[in-house]
């Protein structure tokens, strides 16, 4: 008898307890107000995102680079191998899956000269340029650390004349100017150090109005600038987390004014300079809400000057909208993309 006793005292305690926190997280839950982003920008009004987290058309794995076609059109690769694509508007298109994965992903891309679309791919050290259906138009690279060949490739830029900026990290640290024909090198620069003129991780890469070289120096928390030919013009930023300052900034872009759009994988931001190299505005944080970033990795701008950001841990593209691209060129209602509107400093969801 005593037995049973203490086995429903137990009971009505455990209970008790079960009732208690339920009671709390519903008043939680009451109280709780949803969150805002703070998306502050004197550039960008809007913000789309695309894509959420999976292996489905439209989904992303950490998606690590980012290209826009002359349509407008965006591609993305990310962690599974393929490459995506995407209308303006943010719908899913088409997708192509790259041969071989089995010694890595793919990683880097860009528009050639032609219009086709450059895809790098490190572990196998070679390039690739497909057209916009994805048929593969032609193939090069050739491993190994000598001059013209490729050692763990992590971008590329192509200039006017199809001349191909190639940065390359691990092996060897450097960046090579390839000519057209892809067999003559014009130019490489290589050391690691933290030296002008030498690199520890060099990612990203990005070409002026003016043909200026720019590069992502990552693991140096810096972009370094050189001319046409080679030659070390500047360097740009430091290690930190203040105004002008970096952390591990892993692509950059320039527009046709010659403004300069960086992401930094570790501040988890994006820093505006203007074409002197001063910073406009720095946006974002650590998160997950929209304008929010985690390690955020690669960057693209398209003819409108709307800016697209490989948002890698949050599996996602956001899509900053331009100030002047106004609401009525998003019309897309895909249940991928979500519109975002600015209303009194705070974005809030629509459907």
């Known amino acids: 008898m005593n037995q049973l006793r203490k086995f429903f005292l137990r009971s009505i305690r455990y209970l008790s307890q079960i009732a208690l926190l339920l009671l709390i997280l519903l008043s ?44 407008d059109n965006v591609y993305v690769c990310d962690m599974t191998g393929r490459i995506q694509k995407f209308n303006q508007e943010g719908d899913y298109l088409l997708q192509w899956q790259m041969p071989q994965i089995e010694r890595g992903r ?22 690739n340029h497909f057209n916009k259906e994805g048929k593969l138009m032609s193939q090069w690279g050739a491993h190994g650390n000598n001059k013209g060949q490729l050692s763990f490739p992590r971008a590329i830029a192509i200039g006017n004349d199809g001349s191909a900026y190639v940065s390359e990290f691990q092996i ?18 290589q050391g ?31 972009i370094q600038v050189f001319s046409a030919d080679g030659t070390f013009l500047k360097s740009i930023g430091k290690a930190g987390t ?8 892993y692509d950059i872009r320039i527009d046709d004014v010659g403004n300069q759009y960086i ?14 190299g001063q910073v406009i505005e720095l946006i974002g944080q650590a998160g ?4 929010e970033f985690n ?17 890698s841990q949050n599996h996602r593209i956001q899509k900053l909208i331009r100030n002047k691209s106004l609401a009525e060129k998003n019309t897309s209602k895909d249940s991928a993309v979500t519109i975002l509107k600015l209303e009194n400093d705070n974005l809030t969801i629509t459907n």
């Open 288 to 291: 997950s809400l929209p304008g």
């Open 295 to 311: 390690n955020p990795w690669s960057l693209a701008l398209d003819s409108k000057g709307n800016l697209y950001v490989a948002d």
């Open 106 to 127: 793919p990683k880097g891309m860009t528009l050639d000269h032609e219009g086709n679309i450059v895809v790098v791919e490190p572990h196998y050290s070679r390039i």
């Open 172 to 189: 060897i640290e450097r960046v090579q100017k390839f000519q057209l024909n892809r067999k003559s090198v014009l130019f490489e620069i």
């Open 28 to 71: 939680i839950g009451c109280d709780a107000k949803p969150k805002k982003s703070k998306f502050h920008s004197s550039i960008f009004s809007r913000i789309k995102i695309i894509g959420n987290r999976g292996t489905a058309p439209g989904q992303f794995v950490k998606p690590r680079s980012i290209a826009v076609d002359l349509d």
């Open 242 to 249: 203040a105004r002008g300052e970096f952390s591990y900034p």
């Open 263 to 276: 992401c930094e994988f570790g501040n988890s931001r994006l820093t505006i300079l203007d074409s002197k």
């Open 192 to 222: 690691a150090g933290n030296a002008d003129g030498q690199f520890n991780r060099a990612e990203g890469l990005s070409l002026s109005p003016e043909g200026n070289l720019f590069v992502a120096d990552s693991c140096n928390h810096r």
